[in-house]
């Protein structure tokens, strides 16, 4: 029991704190804009930087995690986190702006396959999973808050820096509290693994759904910023209000969790995805009030996707490499998902931001009817 709570507490930092410190870039869009002179576009392709980075660091990660253990790969994380702010913090100009985010997105690639493989091996896997997924809803909610609140009050780069020490506190219990696991089998047993039709049609679902939550949440902000006048700081309101909508995923993880528990999971998955496209169509035609009210119970519905995602892939991979499949399945998710951050500033640039999430919408219908293929299996 004492094992399993510190894997909860260990993982629990490092989801917050990876979805925390991602989020920081989109609440300060507006201030980099202005800061550094570029445009929207330059902006998306600074976004795919870091993400980008995210997912291709996650497929090697995952097969590190199988071959040397979870909880180097956490350490590597959290240290390697602390790393990559010192270079942030101290930039002074776009190309070591870029370099600090890609740094950052290459070491918050590792966490997920070592975090949701530490999870995976725990009692009552989609109760547990629902509560790191909420620590990550937690991070991605506080991620906008940290981002433009700090910004507004001091500056940018000491919202990187309190992350920071955060990323040193879970580096340090995770070092003194974990246990040293080891690889569930020989080297050789990971060269030889194959995916499956299954592990194929799950991995294309979670590119389709990872391209269009990065770009929603990536743009959001800034369209709250333009579409929701409250009379205040243009960055705080893009930043609060996004924070109010990441905090309403708690209840979509929780509500994921508990239905994944209780209906197939590949049945559940048409679902979690399919229902967040009529609020991605609305989303591209509503303003203030409204608009707030759509994006809330997207929210809550785009959330819930993760616990049934991650639970199914844990139901359709042995134990000895389920650290691999979380590695690709993170990749693809963030890798495929960065690009939407370069395609969302030429729509933004080029027509206007509110085109971005109806285009999103269009995205996820490949995804929902792989995932009707993968129901019938």
Known sequence: MKNRNN???????????????TLVFPAILIILRDDFQVSLIQLGELGTIQFGFFGLA????????????????????????????????????????????????????????AGLNLVSHTKNISQNMAYHGISGSLGLTFGPIIGAGISAIIDWKI?????????????????????????????????????????????????????????????????????????????????????????????????????????PRKKLLVWVVGLNIPFLLLMGYSTGVLLILIVGVLGAVNFTFQPVNNSLIADVTPKGNRGMVYGLSMGVGYGVGSLAATVGGYIGENYQLSSIFPFLAIVLVPGVLLALFLSKE
């Open 7 to 21: 894997i909860l507490l260990a993982t629990s930092i490092g989801h917050f704190l990876v979805h925390c410190i």
């Open 58 to 113: 996650s497929i090697p990660a995952g097969w590190l995690v199988d071959r040397f253990g979870s909880k180097n790969v956490l350490l590597t994380y959290f240290f390697g986190t602390v790393l990559s702010v010192i270079c942030i913090s101290t930039s002074h100009s776009f190309s070591q702006l870029a370099f600090g985010l890609g740094l950052l997105g290459l070491f918050s690639g590792l966490y997920h396959p």
């Open 159 to 263: 919202a990187y820096i309190i992350l920071a020490i955060l990323a040193l506190i879970g580096g340090i219990f995770t070092f003194l509290q974990l246990k040293l696991d080891k690889p569930a089998g020989p080297p050789s047993k990971h060269y030889r693994f194959k995916l499956s039709q299954t592990h194929y049609v799950i991995l294309a679902v979670a590119s389709i759904w990872g391209f269009a939550h990065h770009g929603l949440f990536n743009y959001l902000p800034i369209y709250f910023s333009e579409a929701v006048n409250w009379n205040i700081d243009d960055v705080v309101t893009g930043g609060m209000l996004t924070a109010f909508v990441l905090i309403l995923g708690v209840l979509g993880q929780i509500i994921g969790g508990k239905l994944g528990a209780n209906i």
